[in-house]
């Protein structure tokens, strides 16, 4: 089901609510109060991806870009693009075999992946649902059984213990083992947890995964007591096919003499959303065809709620999103006009964006390097301003990630921040949490702008009010002086890779790990030490350190180590989080992306 919203305010009303124009090339503190006073005031309600308010945000940044003199590229500035924003369950949603009835959402659940349809067919059981042949590790539960137009039972996780490494931790996802399934001809998917996986043993929650595809097959998750049931005839249990198996790290086949007959009916709640871009024509006969991208995201999280990324996922009151991130694209829209207004055009052509849907997993920015309006392959450096409105005014600490990227690029940024009021701290890696690592991906050179995490981050508390304009402006014409050089140098900085394109994997048995060590022998009665941080893991690239104490996370109290389990418990692979620190007497919050 597609929906797509009109406007909340009439272009003409957006027109007028602009900043007027500088007469001179110049970044201005007041520009950028209105700028962000207007993207993350209660009218635009969040600036959430799909909805007026957001269409309001993207229609006020592209009539800026127009009024500039910027050439609008897609539709009028607008290269539009389709998100989930929701999964639900429909009414046909039954699960029988014989006697057994299933209740949705009590003793199982189709997944937010699954297809709908209606399968009727015979059940068998495949263990781990793995089919492995490497050099280390031969294991093929498919080998003794017919998958063929079967419901193909399989356990969650994998059979591992803590002590015995990560051997199988590449095949545990659940889209894995659906693609073996598929490959094998089932009709149907069923997964169920055995008790050493989840011992309480709660169904999969019914929400969007980042990047949310279907299914080809109908796919549910079982508690136990149904599986159980279904098993009744074969004379076992879950427990004790687990527990054969993990003993024995061999396969299991299992004849279930039961028919099965599953309805799944998955609605979702697909809404169009859009990137705003527009260019800045290069002066250079040659050099115009290069690039350079300055982008910011202006989607928010709207009313906040479970699920919405929001710190204070209880309360529903407007996400106003002021330092995440109206300042990032406060920013490039005065970056813009400097460039836009000089007296002379860059040798190379520039490129800003202000991209949609980042909080749902960078989706624009994403959509955009598979659909790009220019030649990728021509762009030479991407600067991304992601919260640039918090410059702390003791420290006076701008973080600029990405310095690794490009042969040259650190002495570049270090030569251009003398004299400036900030402290400068540069990180290598190339791969973040926010959109630079769309482009990083890509083999581009990124530099990601960010002046760090504060309290009102994804609360409703993140307005206007907190937004430090003189840091800001400080902080924009480093950008502006950054980007206007490298439009004209003669080279640019060539690529190099530094660190990975993409998130550590998660942890044994299909679990999210984080990547600490707790320091079980220190007592805390307000948090717990971190003994060590695994170098290269989510924890370390989120910049966490041993000796930390963890005091929250995602917003909720972390008293111990067993309050540390629990919250990560309901976190998921590929999902950005929220980390809170102490650190001697410095309260740090941090952005983990797992």
Same mark, same amino acid.
């Given at each position: 089901m597609k929906y797509i919203l009109l406007p909340l305010l009439s272009l003409f009303l957006l027109h007028c609510s602009l900043p007027m124009l500088s007469t001179q090339a110049t970044i201005s503190e007041q520009e950028l109060y209105e700028h962000i006073a207007f993207l993350a005031s209660d009218s635009l309600e969040g600036r959430k991806p799909g909805t007026a308010q957001g269409k309001a945000a993207a229609t006020y940044i592209s009539n800026h870009f127009q009024q500039i003199g910027l050439e609008l590229l897609g539709e009028s500035g607008f290269q539009h693009f389709?998100?989930?924003? #929701?999964?639900?369950?429909?009414? $046909? +949603? +039954?699960?029988? #075999?014989? %006697?057994?009835?299933?209740?949705?959402?009590? $003793?199982?659940?189709?997944?937010?992946?699954? #297809?709908?349809?209606?399968?009727?067919?015979?059940?068998e059981f495949a263990g781990y649902g793995f089919q492995i042949e490497n050099d280390s590790v031969r294991w093929d539960d498919y080998a003794e059984i017919d998958a063929q137009d079967k419901w193909i039972m399989i356990l969650r996780g994998t059979p591992e213990n803590d002590t015995q490494g990560n051997t199988y931790d590449q095949y545990s996802s659940l889209r894995h083992k659906l693609l073996i399934a598929r490959d094998n001809g089932a009709a149907g998917v069923i997964f169920v947890s055995g008790e050493k996986f989840a011992a309480k043993d709660d169904l999969i929650d019914l929400r969007i995964e980042r990047n949310l595809s279907l299914a080809a097959l109908p796919v549910i998750h079982v508690k136990r007591e149904l599986a159980n049931q279904l098993l009744a005839e074969s004379g076992t249990t879950i427990l004790e096919l687990e527990r054969f198996i993990d003993e024995r790290l061999r396969p299991s086949p299992v004849s279930i003499e039961a028919n099965l007959t599953v309805s799944t009916e998955i609605l979702q709640q697909e809404v169009t959303t859009q990137n705003v871009v527009a260019l800045l024509p290069g002066s250079d006969a040659e050099l115009?065809?290069?690039?350079?991208?300055?982008?910011?995201?202006y989607d928010h999280l709207g009313w906040g709620g479970k699920g919405s990324g929001s710190r204070r996922p209880d309360t529903s009151a407007v996400h106003n999103g002021a330092d995440d991130n109206a300042s990032g694209v406060a920013a490039v829209l005065e970056v813009a006009e400097r460039l836009a207004l000089q007296n002379s055009a860059p040798r190379r052509s520039i490129l800003?964006? !202000?991209?949609?849907?980042?909080?749902?997993?960078?989706? @624009? %920015?994403?959509?955009?390097? %598979? +659909?790009?309006?220019?030649?990728?392959? $021509?762009?030479?450096?991407?600067?991304n301003l992601d919260m640039v409105g918090r410059l702390d005014p003791e420290s006076k600490a701008l973080t600029v990630g990405g310095t690794g990227t490009g042969k040259g690029?650190? $002495?570049?940024?270090?030569?251009? !921040?003398?004299? =400036?009021?900030?402290?400068?701290?540069?990180?290598?890696?190339?791969?973040?949490? #926010?959109?630079?690592?769309?482009?990083?991906?890509?083999?581009?050179?990124v530099l990601f702008f960010f002046t760090g995490i504060t309290e009102e981050y994804h609360t409703p508390a993140d307005d206007?009010?907190?937004?430090?304009?003189?840091g800001e402006k400080v902080i924009a014409d480093y950008a502006?002086?950054?980007?206007? @050089?490298?439009? %004209?140098?003669?080279?640019?900085?060539?690529?190099?890779?530094?660190?990975?394109k993409g998130p550590p994997k998660g942890g044994k048995r299909g679990k999210v790990k984080m990547g600490i060590i707790p320091d079980f022998a220190a007592a805390n009665a307000n948090g717990f030490l971190l003994g060590g941080v695994v170098p290269g893991g989510p924890a370390s690239m989120a910049g966490m350190k041993k000796g930390d104490v963890m005091i929250a996370l995602e917003g909720r109290s972390v008293k111990n180590v067993?309050?540390?389990?629990? =919250?990560?418990?309901?976190?998921?692979?590929?999902?950005?989080?929220?980390?809170?620190?102490?650190?001697?007497?410095?309260?740090?919050?941090?952005?983990?992306?797992?």
């Open positions: 389709d998100v989930i924003t #929701s999964v639900s369950l429909g009414e $046909n +949603n +039954n699960l029988v #075999s014989g %006697s057994i009835q299933g209740i949705p959402g009590e $003793n199982y659940t189709p997944t937010a992946f699954s #297809s709908s349809g209606q399968v009727n067919a015979p059940v115009k065809d290069e690039y350079i991208v300055i982008g910011a995201h800003f964006m !202000a991209f949609g849907a980042e909080e749902m997993g960078l989706l @624009g %920015s994403k959509f955009f390097t %598979s +659909n790009a309006l220019i030649n990728l392959k $021509n762009t030479k450096q991407m600067f690029l650190e $002495n570049y940024l270090k030569q251009k !921040a003398q004299g =400036r009021d900030f402290a400068l701290s540069i990180t290598p890696a190339g791969y973040g949490p #926010s959109d630079h690592a769309s482009f990083y991906i890509e083999d581009i050179p206007v009010e907190t937004i430090n304009f003189a502006y002086d950054l980007i206007a @050089g490298m439009a %004209s140098m003669d080279e640019t900085f060539e690529f190099q890779q530094a660190g990975p067993y309050d540390y389990m629990g =919250r990560m418990a309901d976190v998921k692979l590929g999902q950005r989080i929220t980390v809170e620190v102490m650190r001697g007497d410095e309260k740090l919050i941090l952005i983990v992306q797992l």
